[in-house]
């Protein structure tokens, strides 16, 4: 699968980067209770930190703030989505299990402080490229609304975005039917590169202990 960073969104971020890992064979379910546990616990530990700190305190959801910001978008306004992960749980409002690729996608995307898609690999189509979407980019997202994707980070097959570091789409949404997989973490662009691969590996590897099948990881910069 050939995925690049556009040339508008790498002069605008330096050092943009992302983790892509690409999953075959995988069999997604329920969640093991292993997975649900540890989801439940972070929420709990991380619901207490809250209490102390600001959301402006975490490394994490203030990098991606900035990056909204010098992208065009509004992160007043529209939020990246670890942050809105972090704002549920700082109103007590834990995410519930949905099923094992998306509950392991949540907890990752805690415990990194970053935004991470998952996608069927099938439901892409052609080159992936990761941009700054345009007045007339656009998809409905998984909440069921209509989302304008203009001066917003997009990844885009040849039919389209089909996701984002803010909500992703209806159209290539995994389900337990999903047989392979494309995943993206949208990393902190401070991340230095070694660092950035063992936290993708850690990623791939618990997937793959958890859903079985094969995977490949790799970190593209722009």
């Keep these: 699968m050939e995925i690049n960073i556009s040339a508008d969104l790498s002069n605008k971020i ?3 980067k992302v ?3 690409t999953y075959d064979n995988i069999e997604v379910g329920p969640s093991p209770q292993m997975v649900k546990g540890r989801l439940q616990l972070f929420q709990e530990a991380l619901f207490f930190d809250l209490e102390e700190k600001e959301l402006s305190d975490f490394s994490g959801i203030k990098e991606w ?3 909204f910001k010098a992208t065009g978008t509004n992160p007043s306004r529209y939020r990246p989505s670890v942050e809105a992960l972090y704002r549920r749980v700082k109103k007590q409002n834990y995410l519930a299990p949905i099923h094992s690729a998306i509950d392991l996608n949540t907890f990752f995307s805690l415990l990194y402080e970053v935004p991470i898609g998952i996608y069927d690999a099938d439901k892409l189509a052609g080159k992936i490229s990761i941009k700054i979407g345009e007045s007339a980019d656009g998809y409905v997202d998984l909440n069921g609304r209509l989302n304008s994707l203009d001066n917003m980070i997009a990844s885009a097959d040849h ?5 984002s ?3 992703d ?3 290539t949404k995994v389900t337990e039917e999903t047989k392979r997989a494309l995943q993206i973490i949208y990393l902190q662009p401070k991340t230095p590169i070694e660092e950035a691969r063992q936290l993708t590996k850690s990623l ?3 997937f793959l202990e958890i859903h079985g099948g094969e995977g490949t990881y790799s970190i593209i910069e722009g």
Excluded: L, T
């Excluded at 039919?159 to 996701?163: K, R, S, T």
């Design 159 to 163: 039919e389209g975005p089909f996701g």
């Design 65 to 67: 703030r900035a990056i």
């Design 165 to 167: 570091p803010y909500v």
């Design 204 to 206: 791939m590897d618990m």
């Design 14 to 16: 330096p050092g943009f």
């Design 19 to 21: 983790g892509i890992i």
């Design 169 to 171: 789409s209806e159209r």
